[in-house]
């Protein structure tokens, strides 16, 4: 079993960036088919926000990211990032890492297996 940890979290201006990571313990992430970065706001449902595969490295973001977020992966450090540029307050909320055994369902909460506890992100205007 695998135990995920995000770090990187903070409090930032809109137009700023910061970088989450995930590192992986337990398990490499090449043992899963998808790695995925979810959000929830305070009052909503947690949402999709971009996944990369594990076998050939193809990514998916969400509409309302793309272009400002990078989702990437270091395997010699089991660690995914997630580089966030250009942060809106609408960014604001608690963002998790999640993997996943299947490669597709990569937009739906249910498509994961284990998670992470989760690291706050909070854009002030």
């Known amino acids: 079993q695998v135990q995920l940890v995000e770090s990187g979290g903070g409090l930032v201006q809109a137009g700023g960036s910061l970088r989450l990571s995930c590192a992986a313990s337990?398990?490499?992430?090449?043992?899963?088919?998808?790695v995925g970065w979810f959000r929830q706001a305070p009052g909503k449902e947690r949402e999709f926000v971009a996944a990369?595969?594990?076998?050939?490295?193809?990514?998916y973001y969400a509409d309302s990211v793309k272009g400002r977020f990078t989702i990437s992966r270091d395997n010699a450090k089991n660690t995914v990032y997630l580089q966030m540029n250009t942060l809106k307050p609408e960014d604001t909320a608690v963002y998790y890492c999640a993997v996943s055994g299947r490669a597709y369902r990569w937009k739906f909460e249910s498509g994961y297996d284990y998670w992470g506890q989760g690291t706050q992100v909070t854009v002030s205007s």
């Open positions: 337990g398990r490499t992430f090449s043992s899963y088919l998808m």
């Open positions: 990369i595969s594990g076998t050939d490295s193809t990514i």
